[in-house]
């Protein structure tokens, strides 16, 4: 209450212990996670419907399992020396989720890391060695086996990959800052990268990438600066 007068309480008693007690009163010790308020991320997508009442996200320097019908959080350890996620993705049967790391380690060469969903346990680790610096957009393809990424400026490199098997299928550098890249629904071997003043269509080859730009003139791409795309199953972008 507002008008209780904490002078007239009398002092609290002070327990006086040795400092063998306090160290038996320590030892094996352990803090468990219980509740974290807050996502923290520098991907553009951060929250992941994992099913219906349960979500992925960053919590500080922890990946976050929250179930939000119950309330129950789960809390899943990282690399220490990779402390950047800079760019998520969730795979088509929400199976597998990647988290696009970085860090000084490893000569600033991004971590791919794939987690399962069910039990948060990490079942695939690979060091991007396509380009340098941090992922800053990436995307599962349908079929949840090529998976694409661009790493940031000045770097601008788009590498396709089939994660399984930790192999980079083909990589090529864009030159153009890239804020947004998409897998088409249909075909996973045609992708679409957008940023500023810049929007293109890709598809594999055997040996290549080829790129078509969607806005002619080229003149007209680069007075747009497109924000974000997305395929739809009829084949629209």
């Known amino acids: 209450p507002h008008n209780t007068d904490f002078t007239s309480l009398p002092p609290p008693k002070k327990k006086m212990s040795s400092s063998s007690e306090k160290s038996k009163n320590i030892t094996g010790a352990r803090l468990s996670l219980v509740r974290g ?19 992925a996200y960053m919590c500080g320097q922890r990946l976050v399992f929250h179930d939000i019908t119950s309330g129950d959080m789960s809390f899943f350890k ?15 049967s929400r199976k597998v989720l990647v988290l696009c ?20 346990a990490r079942i695939k680790a690979i060091t991007n060695n396509a380009s340098n610096g941090n992922i ?22 788009l590498a396709v990959w089939q994660w399984s098997s930790s192999k980079c299928v083909q990589h090529v550098k864009i ?3 890239v804020t947004r890249v998409r897998v088409n629904p249909l075909n996973s071997r045609e992708f679409t990268t957008s940023g500023p003043e810049y929007l293109r269509m890709w598809r594999l080859e055997a040996t290549s ?29």
Do not use: I
């Open 37 to 55: 308020f807050g996502a923290a991320s520098l991907s553009r997508d951060s929250v992941f419907f994992l099913s219906n009442s349960k979500v």
């Open 78 to 92: 990282r690399s220490k020396s990779m402390p950047v996620v800079s760019s998520m993705a969730l795979d088509g």
């Open 101 to 120: 790391e970085g860090g000084k380690e490893r000569g600033g060469r991004a971590l791919l890391s794939f987690y399962n969903t069910s039990t948060g």
């Open 136 to 157: 800053v957009t990436c995307a599962f393809g349908p079929n949840g086996k090529e998976f694409v990424t661009v790493s940031e400026a000045p770097d601008c490199t």
């Open 175 to 177: 030159g153009s800052q």
């Open 209 to 237: 990438m080829k790129s078509t730009a969607l806005v002619k003139p080229a003149k007209k791409e680069q007075e747009g600066n497109f924000l974000d795309h997305v395929w739809t199953k009829q084949k629209l972008l």
